[in-house]
């Protein structure tokens, strides 16, 4: 499966930005889907993942309640949706797919270009 993230951009804290992640190839409802971050001289980080069908997802802490994870299978698209943006959000954002949860946070099969995102303060 091929991915493609989108929508990143420049945001003042506070403010929300909304990731998207399409997917092409493969039956994009067989694979969990994640985002993952990663900021200049820092190592990647999870950041959400969602289940095949939608109905199980996780936040890293940092995240929790400000952004929320969702899937339109139909559409073959994962979204972020990042509100109460902080400056240390700022970071390139990825996403990324396998058969599992379990395997898309050991590190996922495929995954897409990533797409920068930065808060100004």
């Known amino acids: 499966v091929q991915l493609q993230a989108s929508g990143g951009g420049l945001a003042q804290a506070g403010g929300s930005l909304r990731l998207s992640c399409a997917a092409s190839g493969r039956t994009f409802s067989y694979y969990a889907v994640g985002w993952f971050r990663q900021a200049p001289g820092l190592e990647r980080e999870f950041v959400a993942v969602?289940?095949?069908?939608?109905?199980?997802?996780s936040y890293s802490d940092s995240v929790k309640g400000r952004f929320t994870i969702s899937r339109d299978n139909a559409k073959n698209t994962v979204y972020l949706q990042m509100n109460s943006l902080k400056p240390e959000d700022t970071a390139v954002y990825y996403c990324?797919?396998?058969?599992?949860?379990?395997?898309?946070?050991?590190?996922?099969?495929?995954w897409g270009q990533g797409t920068q995102v930065t808060v100004s303060s």
């Open positions: 990324a797919a396998d058969l599992t949860i379990s395997k898309v946070l050991d590190g996922g099969l495929y």
């Open positions: 969602i289940s095949r069908g939608g109905g199980s997802t």
